[in-house]
């Protein structure tokens, strides 16, 4: 007798039990494993005891493993797994509707309004669902929920109260309900007497992923790209602050293998470590889903390194392995970076135009910490300034109006700078704005959308670091770095860095 295997899992059920029995960490978040006897499912990095191969369920999500009966694992915690990149996942539709249910889309709206949203009727978007991922969008935004008050029982010490809410419930009444419902034990059972970490006031969470991860040089891009008082990068360590459904607050983030120890048995802490102002406590879900997209830490970086190096990038991977594409707590936040400095990354600090932009738009915010202090300018108070105004703080007319154009299409909801939204439609709405051109619509695209596949041609100077004679010449070797072609142009702009 073999395991069953779910039929939406792409691989063979050999190849996961091979996995399973070999705790392969970069399987982990690809798969989970239900044991039939005991009917709890499991990431397959866990440490218990392997099950007979006869008593196993492989499923794609922790959504699927709960629809079909399976509680989560109180060892290995299927809710810190790091989940999969967009072109390692299902058709776009349900992408993009998983994604926003990830974000807490359907907290307090309904699935009809997320099928409006995404321009489909609701009966689709169920079939949808049921075809790639086997469960209902209910079904999903309800794991979501539970699996995220999980995590905040075991790690935090905030009040039963406060995790219902953080995590997407409506009233207490019901948290409790689907608690015990779905994992039959009530909330205080997972309250622990010596819960996580605490920095000063602020919640303190972990947010998993695969290794390698070049997390100093996400830093550094990270850095060039920072407008003075809204972010902060020192050493090693990302603060910046934002604001989400009208919460306002401050984050604080760096990777924990690389300054922490080996646990217990030697397993690295493959995690950043986030420490949240409690500001934003009741932002919980669609924060965690926007970090995770700010450091692309759904990526497989061993499986595109070693396509990457096979195709003539090995020396770039083997200088910098696990490069991430820098991602944005808001899309527009990006683009309007872009615009305003003109170019798309910088080796500096963005210049003294954003951020002139950013203190007389952008919205003052009271902290405690003297280098962060303005969120940047939202959409709607671009395009309410207008282009003069922003001529008046030395922003050139040509520019000036790009952007007013595009904060518009964002304020008035006709264009979505999000992971999930139709790449191409997105870049062809970004080319028709005068002054966006193929290079700038193109890398928006890459990091607003976290689309793995976008490249831009039109960059001359990635062409001379990949050794390319001609144009012909570089689309011909940029054609065999597919899918991952925007992290090989990571790779290039890394190559064309001073090293230390």
């Known amino acids: ?35 039939t006897t005991t009917r709890i499912y499991c990431r397959p990095v866990c440490p218990s005891r392997i099950s007979f191969r006869s008593h196993r369920r492989f499923f794609g999500s922790a959504a699927a493993a709960e629809g079909a009966g399976f509680r989560p694992c109180l060892r290995c915690r299927p809710e810190l797994a790091p989940g999969c990149a967009p072109v390692d996942a299902i058709p776009r539709l349900a992408t993009a509707a998983a994604r926003r249910i990830e974000a807490g889309a359907l907290n307090g709206q309904s699935v009809a309004e997320l099928a409006r949203s ?58 409790n309900a689907a608690f015990r419902a779905q994992y039959r034990m009530p909330p205080s059972a997972l309250v622990r007497s010596a819960r996580s970490e605490m920095e000063g006031e602020f919640v303190r969470l972990t947010l998993a992923y695969r290794p390698p991860f070049a997390w100093r040089e996400l830093c550094n891009v990270l850095a060039g790209d920072a407008i003075g008082g809204v972010e902060t990068v020192e050493g090693a360590r990302y603060g910046r602050t934002v604001s989400i459904g009208g919460r306002s607050g401050v984050f604080f983030a760096e990777d924990a293998s690389a300054q922490a120890t080996h646990a217990k048995g030697h397993r690295a802490r493959n995690f950043v470590r986030v420490d949240v102002s409690p500001s934003l406590v009741p932002a919980l879900m669609p924060l965690l889903a926007r970090l995770r997209q700010l450091f692309d830490l ?83 108070r671009i395009a309410e300034a207008g282009s003069a105004k922003l001529c008046a703080f030395g922003v050139p007319r040509h520019r000036a109006d790009a952007v007013v154009a595009l904060a518009r299409l964002v304020a008035g909801g006709e264009l979505r700078l999000e992971p999930g939204s ?78 230390p």
């Not at 691989?11 to 982990?28: C, E, H, N, T, W």
């Not at 999980?150 to 935090?156: H, V």
């Not at 905030?158 to 419930?169: D, E, H, P, Q, Y």
């Not at 005068?434 to 959308?449: E, K, N, S, W």
Request: aromatic residues 8%; contains cysteine; glycine residues 8%.
């Open 1 to 35: 007798m073999t395991a069953s295997v779910t039929p939406s899992l792409a691989l063979s059920g050999d190849v996961y039990a091979r996995a399973l029995d070999a705790r392969d960490a970069r399987f982990d978040g690809v798969f989970f494993v239900g044991v």
């Open 118 to 175: 995404l321009g489909v009727s609701e009966r689709h978007l169920r079939r949808a669902f049921e075809r790639e991922l086997g469960v209902s969008p209910i079904a999903l935004a309800q794991t979501h929920r539970l699996l995220l008050a999980k995590r905040l029982l075991a790690d935090t010490n905030l009040s039963v109260t406060r995790i219902a809410f953080a995590s997407g419930f409506q009233s207490l009444r019901r948290f």
């Open 298 to 380: 759904d990526a497989d970086p061993a499986r595109i390194d070693e396509h990457l190096a096979q195709t003539g990038l090995g020396a770039a991977v083997a200088l910098v392995p696990g490069i991430r594409i820098p991602g944005g707590i808001d899309g527009f936040d990006i683009a309007l970076r872009a615009l305003l400095r003109g170019r798309v990354f910088s080796a500096s600090p963005t210049s003294d135009l954003a951020a002139r932009v950013t203190r007389a738009i952008g919205e003052s915010i009271e902290t405690g910490f003297p280098r962060l202090t303005h969120l940047t300018p939202s959409a709607e």
């Open 422 to 499: 139709d790449v191409i439609e997105t870049r062809r709405a970004l080319m028709q704005i005068r002054g966006i051109g193929d290079q700038l619509a193109t890398v928006i695209v890459m990091r607003t959308l976290s689309w793995p596949d976008a490249f831009p041609f039109a960059c001359g100077s990635m062409a001379h670091a990949a050794n390319a004679a001609s144009a012909p010449a570089f689309r011909a070797l940029a054609e065999r770095w597919r899918p991952w072609r925007a992290y090989a142009a990571m790779q290039l702009w890394q190559l064309r860095q001073p090293r």
